[in-house]
Each structure stands twice: as structure tokens, then as C-alpha cells.
């Protein structure tokens, strides 16, 4: 029987790789999954939720029932705030900062940006959703954290992950030091050690994108697509289309079986429509410490200016060689992007 390494055993156990670490980051690590597990059960509620009643309404208890990405914000808000590691988050669901300024809180070390529940539409129709999640050091030595102690870089997250809430549920991280990939076991309540020193494949067969937008895609884009739907045997083509619509999801399998995707410029989303620093950077840490690339086309998605908290970005992530080959269409025939 193997040994199950739990992901606070695991925490703990990495923890004595950073001797300078005082235990911050990892509780911080361990309040997330905490609360991942409680957002866990009620997403998969969320089939019941007749008996439980649509959101807005009253529940059998008699408390109004929220919509579960409002669900979810509020727990892993409460659980940063409860934890006492994090000064300050930025949420997809809210339009300015939270700041914490318990006495606790005020002089913590870390900001975490967050999307909750990223593609909660799919939730109604039982499609797997997920958590993002983005820890930063905060810039300002002490006191109240600002906005502008959120606004960095993506090379400069000190932590990133997500929780996928699929067939299973999987929480999957990173600090810097490779990734790893731990799954819920219901039975015991905890996320056990499940996927060591994950690594994105350096090529693949799958594109994910929706191709719906065809119409208004950049030119770069159409022909990069038109060259993974062409047949050449010694390139392994055409490739196959897999798009659920559920960036985390996506993501995750390309992860395991090599693929790229792409959220490029619309009509509807003429800057892109993923949020750069709740979205883009944290899967853009994770895949690049997996071996993968992510870019906006031409530039690296962790060097891209943070300006606004909700930011958006056209993001091209994945298999390196396939990320980088979709560049070189970018280059060719989109330049001026
Ligand atoms: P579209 C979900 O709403 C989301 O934010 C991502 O999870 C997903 O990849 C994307 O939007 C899907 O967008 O325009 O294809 O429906």
C-alpha cells in the first residue's frame, strides 16, 4: 500500500527546502486548500440544486442560497482573511481590492489575486470548472496594502495555482520549484500528493479555441489554424479540436496530453477576454514551470505591464513547440497586433 502524502504533509515537507521561509506561504497554501475543499462540495451540490433551491431564493434551512461563483468568493475570502497570511485580494468578482486590515492581517507578507469560480456558466450544464489563484509578495513594506501592491508583474508571483472541480477534484501549484498535482479524496476530506513534478509535453495534436470567433480573428490566427487542420503525416496533422470552454479545464488537459490553447483578439474582445492578472499569469507561471510557453502572440504573458486589476490579454499557452509555431503565423501575418 502506498504512503498517501497529504497536501499539508507535503507543505511541510517542502517547507524545509526554504530554511528562510517562517511558515507563511505554506499556511497560506494550506487556507486556499481548505477553502477549495468547501467550494468543492458545494459545486457538487450544484446538481441538487432544486432541494437546495436557485440561488437567490431561500434554502430548507432558511438561508438565501448565492450563486456559487458569489459562493465561492466569499469563501476564499473568508479563508485569507481568517488565516491571517494575506494583506490584501484582488478578485474576479470584485471591482476593487479587499483589503485586510485586522490586526492580524495589516502586516502580512502576501497578496493573493483570485478568480473563484472561472466559467461558473458551466456549472448549469455539469461541465468541470476551476479556481485560479496568484500570490505575490506585497511591494510596500507595511501598513494598509494597496492597489498598487497587486499590480506586478507575473514574473514576480511567488506562488500560483488552481483547483480543477471535474471528475475529480485536483488542486495543482506552484513556487517556483516545479509543479505538483494533488487530488481530493473525498473519503478522507483531504487533497493527496497524486501528481509529482508535473510537465507539459513539449508538443501536441489538440488546439483549443472557439472557433466561432473565426470570422474576427487575426489573420495570424486563421492561418495558424488552417495550418493544425491541413494533413501532414510527419507533422502528426490535422490535429484534433478540444474546447470545453472552461479555461482551467482546457488547460489542464493540455497539460497532461500536450495541446495549445488560444484566446485571441474578437470583435467582442478586441484587447482579448481573459484577466491577465487573476487568469493569464498564474496559468502562465504554472505552465511555464511545466516546461510549456505562454504567450500574447509576441510577448511573454509574465512580462506583459500590469495596469488595472482587471486587465484582459490575448493568450496563446501550452505545448512550447506549438505555442511557438502559432507565433511565428502571429509574426508573419498579424504583425501590426
Ligand atoms: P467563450 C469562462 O467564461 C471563460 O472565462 C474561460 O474559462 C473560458 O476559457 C472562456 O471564458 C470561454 O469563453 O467566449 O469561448 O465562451
Redesign the pocket.
Known amino acids: 500500500m502506498t504512503k498517501v502524502m497529504t497536501l499539508g504533509q507535503f507543505i511541510i515537507e517542502r517547507q524545509a527546502e526554504f530554511p528562510y521561509a517562517k511558515g507563511e506561504l505554506s499556511r497560506l497554501l494550506r487556507d486556499i486548500g481548505i477553502a477549495a475543499k468547501i467550494v468543492n462540495r458545494e459545486v457538487n451540490k450544484a446538481g441538487l440544486v432544486d432541494i437546495l433551491g436557485e440561488a437567490g431564493t431561500m434554502n430548507v434551512q432558511g438561508e438565501a442560497v448565492k450563486k456559487l461563483d458569489v459562493y465561492a468568493n466569499d469563501q476564499f475570502i473568508s479563508a485569507l482573511q481568517s488565516g491571517g497570511e494575506c494583506c490584501l485580494i484582488a478578485s474576479e468578482e470584485n471591482e476593487d481590492v479587499i483589503q485586510i486590515n485586522s490586526e492580524v492581517s495589516r502586516n502580512a507578507k502576501y497578496i493573493v489575486a483570485i478568480d473563484p469560480l472561472?466559467?461558473s456558466?458551466n456549472i448549469d450544464v455539469n461541465v468541470a470548472v476551476g479556481t485560479i489563484f496568484s500570490i505575490y509578495r506585497r511591494k510596500t513594506e507595511s501598513g494598509p496594502c494597496t492597489k498598487e501592491d497587486v499590480l506586478q508583474k507575473g514574473v514576480d508571483q511567488v506562488a500560483a495555482g488552481y483547483i480543477i472541480y471535474g471528475s475529480s477534484t485536483m488542486l495543482v501549484y506552484t513556487t517556483g520549484h516545479g509543479v505538483n498535482g494533488f487530488t481530493l479524496d473525498p473519503s478522507i476530506g483531504e487533497f493527496c500528493f497524486s501528481h509529482p513534478n508535473m510537465q507539459f509535453p513539449k508538443s501536441g495534436k489538440m488546439y483549443s479555441l472557439?472557433e466561432g470567433?473565426y470570422v474576427h480573428f487575426p489573420e495570424g490566427v486563421k492561418k495558424y489554424l488552417k495550418y493544425c487542420q491541413v494533413e501532414d503525416k510527419e507533422t502528426n496533422r490535422p490535429y484534433t479540436s478540444r474546447y470545453i470552454?472552461?479555461?482551467?479545464a482546457?488547460i489542464h488537459r493540455n497539460m497532461i496530453k500536450g495541446g495549445i490553447f488560444i484566446?485571441p483578439t474578437t470583435a467582442s474582445s478586441p484587447k482579448g477576454?481573459?484577466r491577465l492578472v487573476y487568469?493569464c499569469n498564474p496559468l502562465a507561471f504554472i505552465v511555464e514551470q511545466a516546461g510549456g510557453r505562454a504567450t500574447n502572440g509576441f510577448t511573454r504573458i509574465m512580462d506583459l505591464n500590469v495596469k488595472e486589476i482587471h486587465q484582459r490579454t490575448p493568450i496563446f499557452i501550452g505545448s512550447e513547440e506549438m505555442v511557438l509555431k502559432a507565433e511565428e503565423f502571429m509574426r508573419e501575418f498579424s504583425p501590426e497586433l
Request: glycine letters at 14%; aromatic letters at 8%; hydrophobic letters at 20%.
Open positions: 472561472d466559467g456558466s472557439n470567433n470552454g472552461s479555461m482551467v482546457d484566446y477576454k481573459l487568469e
